[in-house]
């Protein structure tokens, strides 16, 4: 049963087939359970790889059954189509398109399961890229926002500056009051005299002046404050909501981007896996002498060609002898006085009946 089943997934003729020795028909058994094992390997590969990209079991299933349906079915053309005809080169010249059909299916098989199997260094590469982008991306979004925060602090140092000089300006009269006061400087007299009086209105007006600066200028550094904390907030925000697209940064394209930057090597190994996995039917059939299946397979196809040559030629046959006798028969009908005299009399009464028409078209147009 096993071995009937690997014989049909061969794509060679079972009515033939049935009829040749056992060692022929274990050949071809083994050359469709390749075929077979292919197409499973083809159905895996391909169900991770969607799964990967739709994350739903049950779509990466279906999806991978068509496409191993798919393989199995090119696979299995692949192998039905190669003749033995005994020439090497005219066996090489038709199989070369199917070794390169081969070689693109060994690539789209092997592919995916690279992934699977490198799975763990795949992810660490999309771990160290997802490490730069975040960082990238904190970068980007900072441009937006650095630039207004940086002139929010700028006007809030000035503000303070600001402040500070005039604070700078009371003491300084401050100083001046009391050391007239003290006599250590100025009129150098002991006693709060009219100097002293002056000195002191100075500073009392620059300390008024003072107390109106710092409620104006903590009023604008409050809100400056608050601009900034929203920046910072909208900033952080804005980062928060980027980061899961980084965080999904996974995807098909993403893994086989990573798969690239890892040494070439292994991957390539089991390119040649699949490579010698997929092109071992071809092989087989194109090293393997010509055996007992494949004489009698041209036996039935040169007797269906004399068939179809001998049908063809019957049926031009008949049409030539059926061409003559028409000829002859219609040459025997022309010469006959009654039928010619039958067909004068009915085009006479015809132009009779046009010349009637077109009498009778010109009057009603006079």
């Not at 009937?4 to 469709?32: H, M, P, V, W």
């Not at 960082?135 to 006007?155: C, V, W």
């Not at 002498?289 to 046959?317: H, R, T």
């Amino acid at each position: 049963m096993l071995q009937q089943f690997f014989i049909i997934c061969s794509g060679s003729d079972t009515d033939i087939l049935k009829n040749c020795s056992k060692g022929e028909q274990n050949k071809y058994a083994g050359i469709g359970a390749t075929v077979f094992f292919t197409a499973l390997m083809a159905f895996i590969a391909a169900s991770y790889a969607l799964y990967t990209v739709f994350d739903n079991l049950f779509a990466a299933v279906g999806f991978g059954f068509v496409w191993g349906l798919l393989i199995f079915n090119l696979d299995r053309y692949i192998v039905s189509t190669i003749k033995k005809t005994g020439n090497v080169i005219d066996e090489l010249i038709q199989a070369s398109p199917r070794i390169i059909l081969a070689v693109i299916i060994a690539i789209v098989i092997s592919k995916p399961l690279e992934l699977k199997i490198f799975e763990k260094e795949i992810n660490q590469v999309l771990l160290e890229q997802k490490n730069d982008f975040t960082l990238a991306n904190k970068d980007q979004i900072a441009q937006q926002y650095n630039p207004t925060i940086a002139s929010l602090q700028d006007e809030i140092s000035n503000l303070k500056i600001e402040i500070a000089a005039k604070e700078t300006e009371v003491n300084n009269y401050y100083n001046t009051y009391i050391a007239e006061a003290e006599g250590r400087e100025g009129t150098m007299l002991l006693g709060k005299g009219p100097v002293y009086k002056e000195k002191r209105d100075k500073h009392d007006t620059s300390l008024a002046e003072l107390q109106t600066l710092r409620e104006t200028n903590n009023a604008k550094i409050q809100e400056a404050e608050t601009q900034i904390s929203k920046l910072n907030s909208d900033y952080e925000t804005q980062v928060t909501t980027s980061q899961p697209i980084i965080d999904n940064f996974d995807g098909l394209m993403a893994r086989v981007n990573a798969l690239g930057k890892l040494p070439w090597l292994p991957s390539f190994f089991i390119f040649l896996l699949f490579l010698a996995i997929e092109t071992s039917p071809i092989f087989a059939k194109l090293l393997s002498p010509k055996g007992e299946y494949d004489i009698k397979f041209l036996e039935s196809e040169d007797e269906l060609k004399s068939w179809a040559e001998q049908k063809k030629y019957q049926q031009n046959a008949v049409l030539i002898t059926d061409n003559t006798i028409n000829d002859r028969v219609y040459g025997d009908i022309a010469e006959e006085e009654e039928l010619y005299a039958y067909k004068k009399k009915l085009a006479r009464e015809l132009m009779k009946k046009q010349q009637d028409a077109f009498y009778k078209k010109q009057t009603r147009i006079l």
